[in-house]
């Protein structure tokens, strides 16, 4: 059946399709530079979705959990006895993805008689010094960024765009971390907002024309906050952070509940506190 | 596979060997480590060791740290061969976060002992020809029983809690003696002395091992050489800066006449 190049490349464009179609129901993920280190928040149901990987890299996905699973655990091993056989700083985002996960999520993709990884990934790694941070997004195709400042995942196109233009925006320079979380806390709802909007108005993807309208205008902070509210009274708001000046090699930290609420406004705190 | 969250496991699926004998060892002066001691006082467990390595009679280092740190909460001081004790230590971190990252808990108090019990055991063979042989104490902070908590082995991997303290090394039977008195018969137990207290024993405890054991290496005033102790609590392990060690030594270490 694919035996003529055209009906490969018809094959992977439905991939795309079905893949675009998998990721509607998923939660951003949001990833910034803040001046102590790096922040990564995301909302997620059940399963986590922001992980430790090394000393100083942290792990934000999207898609299916058994899939995320798989490369999380690829990672894990190349990282750490990278670390071992090598040395620790020998340990980078940048060689994981580019010679570890992303040929293996590419090949998984254009083979079209297996099944293809359904996840989107972000990569955050802290560097010895603030200009070296990096963050690293592979999707669905293999294809990877490497960013600095902040990064997203969202189920679409437009929606990681509106995000991404919110963020260079809205964000300011030096960051302390209370305002990156309240801002990263306003991006996801920016990113979720888009995709609820997407759904609604092009059921099977309606390209660029549909939502054009709406990119302009910006939901205000209490919109966004009132978004927010309503998603995690069923779900759980994830936080964590790659600090510079974390005692030890390891940099990971998962922020808890009620540290979240200590760092975040007095109205907004009942967010957290859900 | 990695699904169990064993990094040694991964290690030698890739062909890693640890703890293979070299026959042609036993002939050669190895260099080994030496004095090391851990003793429960009032805030957790201290943990030091002295700073000389030596192959034969010839010293090797002066600066050797001998307590190394593999965790936040844990630490492994090593008498033996350098060489097989810092790659332990090396297997037992990358172990102990392996563990953390994939399996998305800590490894238990009991995991961690079991995971040096198991090292031991596969170098037995290097320890037995003469080339590895490592007898290490392990400190660290148990959570689940909200105890400092100190335990020492054989070249075999067996495991023993010392109760009350625990000393390895050549310059050892020195001191085993001095910390029985001091604990028995002292003013005050070891397991009631303050911080302060518990570093000034330390420093005579090594003092006295260097005194008797030509391996142990004493503190060197003029080179401002200080041994390595270290203190585990519930915060974590922390190191007692010289800057700190150099007066106690002064005032309660050396004898003025």
């Known amino acids: 059946m694919y035996e003529e190049p055209y009906r490969w490349v018809e094959a992977v464009g439905n991939r795309r399709t079905y893949l675009d179609e998998q990721f509607r129901q998923g939660s951003p993920v949001v990833a910034l530079g803040y001046d102590g280190g790096l922040l990564l928040t995301t909302v997620s149901k059940g399963t986590s979705k922001l992980y430790e990987i090394y000393d100083r890299i942290a792990l934000g996905g999207m898609g299916h959990p058994a899939d995320l699973e798989k490369l999380r655990f690829t990672l894990l091993e190349m990282a750490h006895t990278e670390g071992f056989n090598r040395s620790p700083s020998d340990v980078t985002g940048s060689r994981l993805v580019k010679y570890g996960i992303a040929p293996v999520i590419k090949q998984a993709f254009e083979e079209v008689y297996k099944a293809p990884f359904i996840v989107r990934i972000l990569l955050a790694e802290l560097g010895q010094k603030p200009e070296k941070d990096t963050l690293l997004t592979i999707n669905y195709d293999g294809t990877f960024e490497e960013l600095k400042e902040y990064a997203v995942l969202a189920a679409t196109k437009q929606a990681q765009a509106r995000m991404q233009e919110y963020l260079k925006a809205q964000k300011p320079s030096p960051c302390a971390l209370e305002q990156g979380l309240l801002l990263a806390l306003r991006t996801w709802a920016i990113g979720s907002l888009a995709h609820q909007q997407d759904s609604a108005e092009s059921p099977v993807d309606g390209g660029p024309e549909a939502s054009r309208e709406t990119v302009a205008s910006i939901p205000d902070q209490a919109a966004l906050l009132a978004h927010l509210r309503e998603v995690l009274a069923d779900k759980m708001l994830e936080c964590a952070v790659l600090e510079r000046q974390q005692v030890g090699s390891s940099k990971y930290r998962a922020l808890k509940p009620a540290e979240l609420a200590r760092l975040l406004p007095g109205d907004v705190q009942a967010v957290v506190n859900r | 596979m990695g699904m169990q969250g064993d990094f040694f496991q991964l290690l030698k699926e890739q062909g890693y060997q640890f703890g293979q004998p070299t026959a042609a060892g036993s002939g050669v002066d190895l260099p080994s480590a030496t004095t090391i001691l851990a003793f429960k006082y009032r805030d957790g467990v201290l943990v030091a060791g002295d700073r000389r390595a030596t192959a034969g009679n010839m010293v090797m280092y002066d600066r050797t740290d001998k307590v190394l740190e593999i965790d936040r909460h844990s630490v492994l001081a090593i008498a033996g061969v350098p060489a097989t004790a810092y790659e332990m230590v090396r297997i037992l971190e990358h172990s102990f976060k392996y563990y953390r990252r994939t399996q998305l808990q800590e490894l238990s108090f009991e995991g961690k002992l079991r995971a040096v019990s198991k090292l031991l055991k596969e170098n037995v063979a290097a320890a037995l020809a ?47 003696g001095i910390l029985h008195y001091v604990n028995t018969w002292g003013e005050r137990p070891l397991a009631v002395m303050t911080e302060e207290e518990a570093t000034i024993q330390a420093l005579r405890l090594l003092t006295s091992a260097a005194e008797f054991d030509s391996a142990t290496g004493g503190v060197n005033r003029e080179s401002n050489l200080y041994p390595i102790i270290k203190l585990i609590t519930q915060e974590g392990v922390r190191v007692v800066p010289d800057d700190r060690l150099k007066p106690l030594f002064e005032s309660k270490v050396v004898r003025h006449a």
Do not use: H
Not at chain 2, 132 to 148: K, L, R, T
Not at chain 2, 155 to 172: D, P
């Open chain 2, 130 to 176: 003469g080339t590895g042989a490592v007898v290490p104490v392990f400190a660290g902070y148990d959570f689940e029983q909200g105890a400092a908590k100190i335990f020492f082995y054989d070249i075999l991997g067996a495991e023993f809690e010392g109760v009350e303290y625990a000393v390895s090394g050549s310059g050892s039977p020195t001191i085993r």
